[in-house]
């Protein structure tokens, strides 16, 4: 079989691989497979090439396409062959950067000595300096990892699940604190102690409905993960079920909830919510219907808020006020207070969102009692 043949099987075997914010899956293009449009914070497109070194995998997770008990066509790519593809693309404009993954075909150890071999070749033979997205096996060794980060500009590891008891329910052949979590401990600490190392950021990617676990342990972990583990991104992959997997009769997982999820995690991360302010059902899962920031703020008995005292750490909470209008307002505020919407609406403010939780110099807007 050709390099381009096998590119198209192992990078729709990469499905479940995700590094943006929009949770969805598209098969290759047949011309050109292995190009993923990532999506940035910034609603930007990034084609990367993503594919698996190989879907061979010694792993049985339930949920996934290249378990090991599934009977399906197995392929890899040599670390010339992918690499030399990889360029392809890249020197043809058609992706900006790598992101590499793999099954596991033989042991952890010879996977990832294939994949560092892949970026070596890129780095070393070759001159590539640009953007490379390794993906950590869970299990593998410290030396490594630090190879890995030496060599790429971003690393993740798969947490897969929040607690050990939700990964024993899709797999059960890995150890979710000695697998998993003693590596992103790894990943944490080789960052902060060396200073040879280019890898600028670490994340991380659950499957979401592949198990029992609710959206509090959900969040729970990955808040403990960003205070602990300086971990700058957690993904979330929605369950589908697929063909030949034990958990082909499960239910799908409803895109409503990973999408609440990112604006949940969005709020522990970067808005530096407490987990105690967010909202839940009484099944401990967020609302499908509703953004957790508004639920949030109609919970907390602050509002409605002068903007022109506020703290910042209060202002960011205000449905429609994100960091950068909060910054906006605090300094223009030091030289004339705000007394009309449209000034806020120029900064950014979502004031159909803001406008029943906040106050201009004194003077109330919508009642937030109306809603």
Known sequence: MNTLKKMQVL??????DICDYVNHYKKSDINLPGIYNATGPDGCKIPLFKTLMTNKCVNDCKYCINQSKR???????????????????????????????????????DTMEKMLDVIN???????????????VIPGANKDSIKRAMSLANRVSLNIESATSDGLSQISSNKDYNKDILK??????????????????????????GANDETDVEILSRIKSLYKNYNLSRSYFSSFSPVEGTELEKREECNKNRTSKLYHADSLLNIYKFELDELVFEENNQLSINEDPKYLSALK?????LEINSASFHELI?????????????????????????IDLRKLGVVIDR??????????????????
């Open 183 to 208: 590596r992103i401990s790894w990943i944490d600490s080789i960052s902060k102690k060396n200073n040879s190392i280019i890898c600028s950021s670490s994340t991380t990617q659950m499957i979401v």
């Open 11 to 16: 990078s729709d075997s990469a499905q479940y």
């Open 121 to 135: 070749i890129l780095r070393k033979k070759y001159g590539y300096d640009d953007y490379i997205h390794f993906k």
């Open 317 to 341: 909470r205000v449905p429609g006020i994100g960091t950068i209008s909060a910054k906006r307002i605090m300094a223009i505020r030091k030289k004339k207070p705000f007394k009309k919407m």
């Open 71 to 109: 009977n399906f066509t197995r392929l890899e790519l040599s670390p010339e062959e992918l690499a030399r593809a990889f360029l392809s693309y890249y020197n043809n404009d058609y992706v900006q950067g790598l992101f590499l993954s793999s099954g596991i075909a033989k042991d952890v150890d």
């Open 300 to 304: 907390r008995d602050i509002f409605p």
């Open 354 to 371: 803001a406008e029943p939780f906040i106050k201009l110099d004194g003077n109330y807007q919508i009642a937030l009692d109306k809603y």
